[in-house]
């Protein structure tokens, strides 16, 4: 009903004095055909107010209410026709006979009537139960975040981490500053396999004698190493030996749909606490990735990060 709006703020009011205008309107359509001689029985009255007030409640309120609150108001009309039909001796007689009759199978279509509700009726709603209960064989669907939004603040040893704000303590130029420019200057090229940019001793990681960020790449290297290559795979692109027994796979570093496109406080956060520690969007946190907390130490998770950028040249995402 598009013609007719709700209007906003009085919508109770306008919702029974709709219902009340109907109901008026149904009781006078009955009187007058009481006086013609085609008066509507009481029982099916009665049926018919209620299946009305059902109808009105789906289709007319907007928005839609919820199923328990129209059987709530289901209830309720109930007991007003019941009250109604049962208003003197002689009405409640009217309305009831209907189903006496069904009962005592006064007619041969009473009898059928009876056997459709006492048999029929039975079975039909035990198959129903018997069905909803049985077991289904069918795989359960399983909608997952991949990336779910992170928590304000993660503890991990005991200390608190403010994801907007914190930093990776290892993430430094050559003064020793805090500086993600710098870094992202010394990472390696953009794809795998290919051969690190040459920019000078102090970029290779296997020099001995590096300093400040590419010596922690090379300690955050070891702890991939030793860790968690068996998922994430030699070339961090989730290929690791164990990747194929487990769903969800193990993240693939290299794609730009991992790392390359979240904040590295983000990325800390879901190392700490593995899939496990996933809010309830990661659900049914299949996730095997472990929460890394238990094993490795808050230092080890920023290099084992921060290495995890440089090798596939990706920079972190920034908080815009
Ligand atoms: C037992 C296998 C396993 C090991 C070992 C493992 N991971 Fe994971 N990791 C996974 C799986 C599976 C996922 C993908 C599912 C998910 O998002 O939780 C994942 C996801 C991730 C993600 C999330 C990427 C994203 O896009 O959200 C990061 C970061 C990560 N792992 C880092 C690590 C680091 C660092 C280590 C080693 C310290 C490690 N993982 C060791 C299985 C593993």
């Known amino acids: 009903m598009t013609w007719l709006k709700l209007v906003e703020g009085y919508m109770p009011m306008q919702m029974i004095a709709e219902l009340t205008l109907c109901i008026l309107f149904f009781a006078a359509l009955n009187y007058m055909l009481k006086k013609a001689g085609m008066g509507i029985p009481k029982f099916w009255a009665g049926i018919g107010v209620w299946v009305f007030i059902q109808l009105y409640l789906k289709y007319r309120i907007y928005p839609p209410l919820p199923f328990s609150i129209r059987a709530i108001y289901g209830t309720v009309s109930l007991c007003g026709i019941f009250m109604w039909v049962s208003g003197s001796q002689a009405e409640w007689e009217e309305f009831r006979r209907p189903i006496l009759d069904v009962l005592d199978g006064k007619t041969p279509l009473h009898r059928a009537v009876r056997a459709v509700l006492l048999v029929a009726l039975p079975i039909g709603l035990g198959a129903f139960a018997f069905n909803s209960f049985k077991p289904s064989f069918e795989e359960p669907i399983e909608l997952r975040t991949v990336h779910p939004a992170p928590p304000a603040t993660t503890k991990v040893h005991g200390k608190t981490y403010v994801l907007q704000v914190a930093q990776n303590p290892y993430r430094v130029n050559k003064e020793g500053k805090y500086d993600q420019e710098y870094t992202n200057a010394h990472i390696t090229e953009q794809a ?129």
Request: hydrophobic share 40%; glycine share 12%; aromatic share 18%.
């Open 192 to 320: 795998m396999g290919r051969l690190m940019k040459s920019l000078g001793p102090e970029d290779n990681p296997w020099n001995p004698n590096a300093e400040g960020y590419i010596k922690y790449v090379r300690e955050g290297g070891e702890i991939f190493f030793q860790n968690c290559h068996f998922c994430h795979g030699d070339n961090l692109n989730g290929r690791g030996l164990w990747a194929y027994a487990f769903n969800p796979i193990p993240a693939n570093f290299t794609d730009a749909g991992t790392i390359a496109q979240l904040q590295e406080t983000f990325v800390f956060w879901r190392v700490a606490k593995g899939g496990i520690g996933l809010p309830g969007e990661g659900f049914p946190w299949a996730s095997v990735m472990p929460p890394w907390e238990q094993h490795l130490t808050v230092d080890e998770i920023w290099k084992v990060i921060m290495f995890e950028y440089w090798h596939t040249g990706y920079y972190p995402r920034t908080w815009d």
